[in-house]
């Protein structure tokens, strides 16, 4: 169905006055394809895809449809589909005639219209609503509405930007089942907009992870919750745990990690060397609590805050050395235990510090970690 | 808005308040008084023109002699008002239609986007309703004389373009910056081109601005007298600029009969005003002074 | 554009054009430039230049004949004596009256509706109205002699005092909507935030409120004045053409329409814009020393 075998993006950047929102994006989609755009607030990501709609101008670069250069069309003549942050539904239009609009633009049969249209409201299951005005759905119908409208033209390519934030948290898994079904159903390409990592994951072929402009890391769901490409990512993709350190041996990717008076063992990710400065990422979840006591990375601490999550629980605790832990355990655990932690040297990842900026390191994990 | 200025302090001591209502009402008073006399005066000099219309003969008396319709009929044949009221609102449509189809599209590319010279641009169409009507009139209509478009109809629906534009452009911005910028782009992903986002999005979604604006055109129109008065020629006069001539030449005609034009104009102006009022806030009529350029 | 990257060609054209918002939405505006340069701008600057031609005398002759015949020259003083104190009366008038009636009340609708009446009565049935109603026999002064207030009836119209009252009846009501527009404008709360911290009404009026509204009310100075200083109806019809109402615009008028002299009625009507452009620009220059922002009203 799709009109192209492969898109490129060929150093797009924008600038906004001085100031750089999106810097050379180099990325190509493959026909049937879902990517995910990720990032923190901010970081670009609406930019990089209102320049690929075509709505947003490009101060450098360029978009190749196959072999024909598209950055120079108007967003109408693009073909492609996009779906709203705030869904951007045609308030004085019913339903139905907001999911036909992009029919009727292609003037379209009508017979032909009707049919398509009629399949949309189906396959978006809002048969009993066609006939009512946007401001009589709600937020979860609406939203549907808006991803009925833009794929029901078949679009080559269907961007999002951020198409759930404005749901509550239920209906949001429920619209992501949704979205990944209608992706698979019409063999749609999609880039997706998102600042929720778990989001990206559970939906994307692909993940592109930006961050002040620039793409950090491009790979599979699998690749950025193992491997993310530097401690940013890491950051970004869950890793709460990030503490300074320092190299102290460097044994192929085996590195033996000071920080903070604690010898730590891990995986190298990227260049290091002996006595670098390093940054060691870790997720909660993969701190052990109670593990046997000669096993590498243990360490005695004492739990200070205990926040209860359903089935798990997540901590904090101090290492005698004093370093601060996040952790996530199913044990009972309660503040003022003194308990026995262990990391396993496969999931410590250590990276390489910034040279130029090592004061950013945030102070709490991301809100996206949770 | 809220429903009340003088909120009492969070503890309201028993002094301040005694304090603010003795204070008050005599200010209220002398407000109220204030409005009611000019009401009062406002009443006195539209009904002695609506008395006079109607009276037999009126004078130095309180009340007229006795009570007619014919100076209706006289003004009628007299100032020839079938033929001044159809010019008056083929006029007025004219200038409603053309500077409507003048001012949104402006309105909205002023609205909605920044571009080199914007200021300027803003600036020189804000400067037909910063000066009077006579300053730029007086080249105007010669300019006008010049072409031959003046003395006759097309002249006098130029002349009050261009208080109109510029008019139609302040009342429609405030509209426009309504309408999510989102609307349109979603409308561009959906395939449609700038004109058709123009006719089925944003002028949908512009009715009631459009209609406000209109009506606001319209009386402004229909009241114009400078920028009528300066392009009309005998067969193009509006009803404002017959009634000014009926009133200079007053002495050759009955008085009744001026006043019996002026009733008719006044009626024909609060049909107006009541329709106006359906589709705007009276502030509207005046100006639409929030969005003016902040300098 | 400075510092695009090495090998990395700049944007296509069209991109770094859209990028200083220059793209086809702006044909949009075309028509309306079309209108205003040939409808307000070549009119104007023929006029100018045409101010500059005299029928006889070099090019700033007219400018000298306004000048130097007092007759002529008065005209701009009769205008601002008009203008002046009637724009200024009616904003000041509707200050209190305003402020009096913000918030909501029963039959504010119908007040408000009411004073839209003059304004769309317009100049010219104002002053037919005020003919019949002030006139030596028309009923002013009759309550007046009803009531022995007078001894004989009081002269207020064919003088100066005509022309004003046309411009009250007309320009109040406009005032009072602007100035009651830009006091809803403002946020209530912040007087009561004043009435906390211990401020009696007059102080919250002359420190909170007034503050905020002076812009608002330097804008409806400038509009009132604008309606007032064309003033030319109401001029001819209630008040003295010849003698202490002759304003400006009537001797513009009378230059081109009495004696055919265009040149000579295009410079009265460059001096008499020129004149109310000064006195707007003052209002505005003093404008902008007040505070213009957002004032978390409504609008
Ligand atoms: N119209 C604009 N003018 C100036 N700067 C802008 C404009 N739009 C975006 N920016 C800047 O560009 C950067 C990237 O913005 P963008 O909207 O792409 O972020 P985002 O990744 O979509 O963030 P969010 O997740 O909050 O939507 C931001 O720093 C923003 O301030
Ligand atoms: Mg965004």
Redesign the interface.
């Known amino acids: 169905m799709s009109a192209f075998s492969r898109l490129r993006l060929d150093g797009v950047s924008r600038r906004f006055g001085g100031q750089a929102a999106l810097t050379e994006l180099d990325l190509t989609i493959e026909s049937g394809e879902f990517i995910a755009l990720l990032g923190p607030s901010g970081c670009g990501k609406s930019t990089a895809l209102n320049c690929l709609a075509g709505l947003l101008p490009l101060t450098q670069g360029s978009i190749w449809q196959d072999e024909r250069r598209i950055d120079t069309l108007p967003p109408e003549r693009r073909g492609f589909g996009m779906v709203f942050q705030s869904y951007a539904l045609f308030p004085h239009l019913t339903v139905r005639a907001n999911i036909a609009f992009g029919l009727r633009m292609r003037r379209l049969p009508r017979e032909e219209t009707r049919r398509r249209t009629e399949e949309a409201v189906r396959l978006v299951r809002l048969e009993d609503h066609v006939d009512k005005l946007p401001g009589q759905l709600s937020g979860g119908q609406q939203q549907r509405v808006a991803i009925a409208r833009a794929v029901v033209f078949e679009p080559s390519l269907v961007l999002m930007d951020e198409p759930l934030s404005n749901l509550d948290a239920k209906l949001r898994l429920e619209m992501r089942t949704e979205i990944r079904r209608l992706h698979q159903s019409l063999g749609l390409t999609t880039v997706y907009v998102t600042h929720d990592q778990e989001e990206a994951l559970s939906l994307a072929d692909r993940l592109v992870v930006l961050r002040e402009g620039r793409v950090q890391q491009i790979g599979s769901p699998r690749e950025l919750h193992n491997r993310p490409a530097n401690w940013h990512v890491a950051d970004f993709m869950g890793y709460r745990n990030l503490w300074r350190g320092r190299v102290d041996r460097l044994d192929g990717n085996r590195a033996t990690i000071e920080s903070s008076g604690q010898r730590l063992l891990g995986e190298a990710v990227g260049d290091l060397r002996t006595g670098a400065d390093t940054m060691v990422a870790v997720r909660p979840e993969d701190i052990r609590v109670d593990g046997p006591g000669e096993t590498p990375n243990a360490m005695s601490a004492i739990i200070e805050v205990v926040e209860y999550q359903g089935r798990e629980l997540a901590a904090e605790a101090r290492t005698d050395t004093g370093m601060l832990l996040h952790l996530r355990t199913e044990q009972r655990i309660a503040p003022g235990d003194q308990v026995k932690l262990a990391i396993d040297p496969q999931r410590l990842l250590v990276y390489p510090a910034d040279a130029a900026r090592r004061t950013d390191l945030p102070a709490s994990g991301s809100e996206a970690a949770r | ?10 503890r309201p001591s028993t002094t ?1 308040e005694r ?2 209502r003795i ?2 009402r005599p ?2 008073w002398i ?2 008084g ?2 009611i006399f ?2 009062l ?2 009443l ?3 009904a ?2 609506l008395v ?1 219309s109607f009276g037999q003969r009126w ?2 008396t ?1 009340l007229p002699d006795g009570y007619t319709t014919r100076w209706y009929g006289r003004a009628w044949d007299e100032f020839a008002l079938l033929q001044v009221i159809t010019v008056t609102l083929q006029v007025s449509v004219l200038v409603v239609g053309l500077s409507l ?3 949104v ?2 309105a ?3 609205a ?5 010279g ?1 200021r300027v ?1 803003f600036l ?2 804000l ?18 004389y010049k072409f031959g478009l003046a003395g006759n109809m097309s002249g006098v629906v ?2 009050n ?2 208080p109109s ?2 008019f139609v ?1 302040l009342t429609m911005t405030p509209f426009i910056e309504q309408i ?1 910028p ?2 349109e ?10 004109r ?1 986002v123009f006719l ?2 944003l002028t ?2 512009l009715v009631p601005g459009i209609l406000a604006s209109a009506i606001l055109v319209l ?1 402004r129109t229909v ?1 114009m ?2 920028l009528t008065f ?1 392009t009309a020629g005998p067969d193009s006069q509006t009803l ?1 600029v017959a ?2 001539y009926s ?2 030449a007053s002495g050759i005609r009955a008085q009744q009969s ?2 019996a034009m ?1 009733v008719i ?2 009626s024909m ?2 049909v ?2 009541v329709v106006a ?1 359906r589709y705007v806030n ?2 509207q ?3 639409r ?2 969005d ?1 350029p ?2 | 554009m400075s510092d695009a990257g090495p090998g990395r060609p700049l944007a296509h054209w069209q991109h770094r054009l859209a990028e200083r918002g220059v793209d086809r939405q702006l044909w949009l505006l075309v028509p309306a430039l079309i209108f205003v340069v040939a409808l307000f701008l070549y009119p104007f600057f023929y006029g100018l230049t045409l101010s500059f031609q005299p029928t006889n005398g070099g090019p700033f002759s007219d400018y000298a004949r306004f000048f130097s015949d007092a007759y002529e020259r008065g005209t701009i003083w009769i205008t601002l004596r008009i203008a002046l104190p009637a724009a200024l009366l009616n904003v000041l008038a509707a200050v209190p009256i305003a402020y009096r009636m913000r918030g909501r009340f029963r039959g504010k609708r119908l007040v408000t509706t009411l004073l839209v009446v003059p304004i769309t009565l317009g100049t010219v049935l104002t002053a037919q109205g005020l003919l019949n109603f002030l006139g030596p026999t028309g009923w002013f002064n009759r309550i007046l002699l009803a009531t022995s207030l007078v001894d004989e009836p009081v002269r207020l119209t064919h003088n100066y005092w005509g022309v004003f009252f046309s411009l009250v009846i007309t320009g109040f009501p406009f005032a009072f909507l602007l100035v009651l527009s830009y006091l809803s404008g403002i946020d209530p709360t912040l007087e009561r935030a004043a009435a906390t911290l211990g401020a009696d009404w007059r102080r919250r009026f002359t420190q909170i409120t007034l503050p905020l509204l002076m812009p608002g009310l330097a804008t409806t100075f400038c509009l009132t004045f604008v309606l007032a200083f064309s003033v030319f109806p109401s001029a001819v019809l209630v008040g003295n053409p010849a003698g202490e109402t002759r304003v400006i615009s009537l001797a513009a008028y009378q230059a081109a329409y009495e004696q055919y002299d265009y040149p000579y009625a295009s410079a009265i009507a460059m001096i008499m814009g020129f004149v109310e452009l000064v006195i707007i620009a003052v209002v505005l220059a003093a404008r902008s020393r007040f505070y213009t922002g957002s004032t978390g009203g409504k609008g």
């Open positions: 808005m809220a429903t009340t200025t003088e909120a009492p302090p969070t301040t304090r603010r204070t008050a200010a209220a407000v109220w204030v409005v000019f009401f005066n406002l006195g000099v539209v002695s023109v006079s004078f130095d309180w189809l003048i001012g599209p402006a909205y590319v002023l909605r986007r920044s571009f080199p914007k641009i020189v169409f400067l037909p309703i910063l000066m009077p009507p006579i300053t730029y009139g007086i080249p105007l209509a010669t300019v006008l130029l002349a373009l261009v534009v510029p452009i999510d989102r609307m782009s979603a409308a561009r992903m959906c395939g449609a081109g700038l058709t089925r999005v949908p979604l009386v009241g007298f400078e300066l404002v009634l000014y009133m200079s001026v006043d002026a104009y006044t102006m609060l107006l005003l009022l009276p502030t009529l005046v100006a002074v929030k003016e902040e300098h």
